[in-house]
């Protein structure tokens, strides 16, 4: 069975993936790819995006060094969503947290909390703008 | 801080909800929520999504019977991701598995392989059609 034949790109011809750290289990962010972008993360075992909002194709940690090997790529029974286990060098989000996730809703719903501790700020991983 | 104001719902009202089983951080499945869904996911404290195929307001288990029971509901920095941590009741995956998630691509990049058992059949879930 071929693998890119089982995939349903959308409209845009794109896929979310969700990256999840694979020594933890904690998903650490989701993010958009194209077929080129996935081609490219299977042959150099890097993720690789599509950016929607840039509308560029970007390596993860291009610019931070947080890069992502990746240790398995699965995909869902209806083939529109990937979920990717990585090795994460760094923080995967770029506001310095370990997850992209780092808020949860109070159980009434109305509220929110931070619920990871933040490893770094923006301008550490960056530099300052 | 209120929560609905930190979320971006994408043109069509949606935003992806990744579903994890607490216990074990497997992630489970993907599927979109509308507004009215997360409203009745926080309220219920189970998982109701929108179907994109079918046009449809549905509660997750509502004909299986596997139904979700919502532990935490967490959203990532850019406000367009849900991660909901759940119980799972039964199989997540319509077609019998844990997860929706049970194919990995072989390191070529080629091929495919189911990672995980079978639970039941369709068949057992929904009954003969």
Redesign the interface.
């Known amino acids: 069975?071929?693998?890119y034949e089982?995939l349903k790109f959308d409209a845009q011809g794109l896929i979310?993936a969700?990256i999840?750290e694979a020594k933890?289990?904690?998903?650490l962010?989701?993010a958009w790819m194209n077929r080129a972008s996935l081609?490219k993360t299977?042959?150099t075992g890097k993720t690789h995006f599509w950016s929607r909002s840039r509308q560029k194709f970007w390596m993860k940690g291009e610019s931070s060094g947080h890069t992502q090997a990746v240790k398995?790529?699965?995909?869902?029974?209806?083939g529109d969503?990937l979920?990717i286990q990585v090795e994460q060098i760094g923080a995967a989000?770029?506001?310095g947290?370990q997850s992209?996730?780092?808020?949860?809703?109070e159980c009434n719903?109305?509220?929110?909390k931070v619920?990871e501790p933040q490893l770094a700020t923006p301008e550490d991983i960056y530099g300052k703008k």
């Open positions: 069975m071929i693998f089982q979310p969700i999840q933890t289990g904690r998903v962010m989701m081609e299977i042959e398995d790529i699965a995909f869902d029974c209806d969503t979920l989000c770029h506001e947290y992209c996730f780092f808020r949860s809703v719903g109305a509220t929110l619920t």
